[in-house]
């Protein structure tokens, strides 16, 4: 969660034992009820930080802890660094999460920098790869895993359960994205310094939403919002810079084997949402109708045209599940293991330096279970009755492995958090 309107100072070395400001003290105990928003963004936030990080940005990323680890419940430690900056573990339900505050030394002592950098569920309690295997087979609804070597020839299995049904993968498909530019740029087609100049066109909610039209921003930054943070915005930005026919074109390439062809039209994330909430889902109903043809045209027309206004605000709120069948991306575990082999073998060397600092900025597990590895990357999806994770590691021996997990339930809400411990748990296991 990189927000950082102003970045927490280093401690001093062999720095005295400092004590926490009641200010700081304050803030810290109700950034709980920030997070829930019973305390209004612009009466916790500072003006500098609400200029960094728009409300429907601190939203997003809101919503991907409390919907992995439940509703926030109390701060349970903090240690200052100076009287307004202080090291913190915030308790969830489900979880826990770590990170820096800043506040206002002046009054009314407003946050003017927030960054949590890591957060885990409760341990599992499974205690083999197999266990680990059993547990997601026993979910409610349709679940696939796999974990392999990876290996000159491709993947070899180690563990799996169902791993060639395609299931939905939510925001995983933003690995096609970063696939094309990391093609792209190795073709000497595009640069990651290469600037995108915002029109003004409608975009989902994230950190670009309300940028005004004519705003610059490179493709490597774009990438990065889009796989760390997940940021739809930068999503759909990226996509229509890279062209939609450029990243449908990379399906096959880096293994998605789409036999019945659900992700073309490739969506961008705006246009999910339209086609799950505009009119009460008719024109989702349009598109399940269509072949591929009438989708694109459907895209084209009435899916373009629709306001970002007429989205219900209740979306996705009460947690079921919405045409996740059918209005989604689509993958197998065997098909996203390709994906990350593919993004391994075409990153090696300096060139490919960028592409990893991208894919591995967030590591999607437990700070604890990443150190275990010598690199990780990763990339997971949710939304109600979807998750997936899916993560590219180097053992500190040197050798690649990789995994990937989903789980499908179309008739309710998932346990994210269970799910999310499961992957950790079996994470931690693999390691060498």
Known sequence: MPLAAQEAPAPAPEAQAVTASPELRQRAEALAAAITGNIPYDRYFAPSFRAAIPEAAFRQVRDQLTGGFGKP?????????TPHVADFRLGFERGTAVGQIVVDPAAPHLVTGLRITGSEPREAPEASIQAVVD???????ATGFALARLEDGGPVRLAAHDPATPLAIGSTFKLVILAELVRATAAGERRWDDMVTLDGS??????YTSKPAGTRVSLRELATQMISVSDNSATDILLRALGRDKVEAMLPVIGIRDARGRNTPFLGTLEAFKLKGVEGGALGQQWEAADVAGRRALLDGAVAQAPVSAIPTSLFQDGKPIRIATVEWFASADDLLRVMDWLRRNTEGPAGAEARAVLSKNPGIAPANAARWDWVGYKGGSEPGVINMTLLMRAKSG???AM???WNNPQAAIDEARFVGLINKAAALAAP
């Open 399 to 401: 050798g690649w492995v």
């Open 135 to 141: 547990a997601i087979r026993a979910l409610p609804g």
């Open 404 to 406: 990937a997990g989903s």
């Open 202 to 207: 409608p975009l989902p909610a994230g950190g």
């Open 73 to 81: 419940t109390r701060l349970e430690a903090l240690v200052a660094r």
